[in-house]
């Protein structure tokens, strides 16, 4: 059974972890319980993660009920993207001192990223902003809002920020919100002061440019990147994010170019391999996207991003193995997610497990009662079940009522009544389908095979000759061109598309 599936992933949020990861040093202006844990935070801050490691640990050995220690130890591991093992940190960070407030910020940033939005969100409402004193732990703050979704609170943090800073490192914050809020004017107007920034705050104006790849302002980012990596160019950040924006643009060429030197650079940057897949995926190269994915997912082994992607990409490319292991590895992280529902139903039915398809389709459906693209999925995985055929054609009609447009749903309600030998129905759906859709080339040699089932050769030879036209590939419009052609007396032309057939049957491509 064919199907033509789509899925809205989440956005990735190893930017996120970016921005907080690279927050200036210089704004740190903690009390601290030692010298050695003064150094080990700046050099967190400026991303000297791996060095800082080692000594860190020692320390805490050392003094394991330390809050502070144990603080540095979650914020290290939330630059690293070790999730879990920064929020069981930040647990016991709270439970020896609830009133950490930096804590707090950073127990809800990695909430926030593990989609656990309505405790972030409770963790954030319990801060005063105004008994922050380090500036360092506002902009965290303010970032966390800006991620939370509440944009008047971190606007509000921002605006008793100095102005050195607001105009520096607060400027990605601040056109995050503008492209929320749809202010369009005024995240231009921050477009002037992020060039002014480049000399001062490269990392920051790095993050404004990624806000305005997001905005679709590629070129104005492309901008401000170019000038980044004129003073340093060898920067891994600024090499990913203008290959991002050229990948956007379709310039492929120079964007692997771009994200070569940055994975050169930073090997095992999640975000970097992520990209790459992309990349490929955009290009049409299912598999090399997967390998890339795959990747990936050794140095995060839980992220719900990676894992969506990897299982829809491995849908894509017909590999329904990859795409329900990681479908399964999903729906553990997130058991009562919508999206993550959908993709191990989808990833299940493409593999046959059909029962295991309907149940999660179902339950997909029981949330979203109202998205057509599981009403279709959940329609298919009865379609593919013979005793369920009339539960098939009621789940396809209610995606019609869904969507009147729907010419999937309408598809494959011809195609349950082709089986079933009903040509008057199945012609009155398939041709519905097709006058929606004039290059559907499945739509268009299901509708022929119909017609010349029903003994009508001319119009199905018109519909069997536009779907080779569109689909020169397809090995069954070939075969059935065949058996026309030998109903209607012309041989030579049956013999040509017969070759064709077994050709295509054979592995062969036209």
């Known amino acids: ?5 789509a899925v809205r992933i989440p956005v990735l949020v190893f930017g996120t972890v970016l921005i907080i990861s690279s927050l200036l040093a210089a704004y740190a202006q903690v009390a601290v319980n030692s010298p050695t844990l003064t150094k080990i935070e700046k050099d967190i801050e400026s991303g000297k993660l791996s060095q800082t490691e080692k000594p860190l640990l020692d320390y805490v050995l050392s003094h394991p009920n330390d809050p502070k220690a144990l603080e540095l ?25 609830p009133q950490f407030t930096t804590a707090k910020v950073n127990y809800a940033t990695g909430l926030l990223l593990t989609g656990q939005s309505d405790a972030a969100i409770q963790q954030l409402n319990g801060i005063d902003a105004t008994r922050i004193k380090e500036l ?8 966390a809002h800006v991620f939370a979704g509440n944009c008047p609170a971190a606007l ?11 105009n520096t490192d607060a400027l990605p914050m601040q056109a995050g919100c503008y492209l929320q809020l749809g202010k ?6 921050l477009v002037p002061l992020a060039k002014k920034a480049v000399p001062l705050s490269p990392n920051a104006v790095m993050r404004f440019a990624d806000v305005m790849i997001s905005a679709g302002q590629v070129k104005t980012a492309e901008e401000l990147l170019l000038s980044v990596l004129r003073a340093k160019p060898t920067n891994p950040t600024a090499l990913k994010l203008l290959g991002k924006a050229e990948m956007l643009e379709k ?19 999640v975000e970097v391999i992520y990209l790459l897949a992309e990349l490929e995926n955009e290009q049409g190269h299912a598999s090399a996207a997967i390998t890339f994915l795959k990747r990936a997912l050794q140095l995060v082994p839980n992220s719900p991003e990676i894992l969506a992607r990897l299982a ?12 329900v292991e990681a479908a399964e590895k999903l729906i553990v992280l997130r058991p009562d997610d919508p999206d993550s529902l959908y993709i191990l139903g989808a990833a299940s039915l493409q593999s046959g497990d059909l029962q295991k398809a309907q149940t999660n389709l179902e339950r997909f459906t029981a949330l979203r009662p109202s998205d057509s693209r599981g009403c279709l999925a959940l329609g298919l995985s009865f379609a593919s079940q013979s005793d369920k055929i009339d539960a098939a054609r009621n789940q396809l009609r209610h995606c019609l009522d869904i969507d009147p447009k729907n010419v999937e749903a309408r598809y494959q309600l011809g195609l349950s009544y082709k089986a079933q030998g009903d040509t008057t129905q199945a012609i009155q759906f398939l041709e519905t389908a097709v006058k929606d859709a004039p290059k559907y080339a499945a739509a268009l040699r299901d509708l022929g095979s119909v017609y010349l089932q029903a003994g009508n050769e001319s119009k199905a030879r018109e519909s069997l000759e536009r779907s080779a036209a569109i689909d020169p590939n397809d090995a069954e419009t070939h075969f059935q061109l065949s058996r026309l052609y030998n109903l209607i007396g012309e041989p030579i032309l049956a013999k ?7 050709k295509l049957k054979s592995g062969k491509s036209l």
């Open 156 to 166: 509000s943090v921002i605006a008793a920020l100095p102005a050195t800073v607001r």
């Open 136 to 143: 360092i732990t506002r902009l965290n703050l303010a970032q």
């Open 496 to 502: 040509q598309h017969l070759d064709l057939f077994q």
């Open 73 to 97: 130890i979650g914020r290290l591991r939330l630059k690293q993207g070790r999730l879990d093992e920064a929020l069981a940190l930040y647990r016991k960070v709270l439970a020896l001192d």
């Open 184 to 189: 369009k004017d005024d995240l231009n107007a």
């Open 251 to 269: 310039n492929f060429a120079s964007a692997k170019q771009h994200l070569d030197r940055s994975a050169q650079l930073e090997p095992d940057s």
């Open 312 to 323: 829809m990409t491995a849908i894509k490319a017909n590999q329904p193995s990859d795409a």
């Open 1 to 5: 059974m064919k199907f033509a599936l």
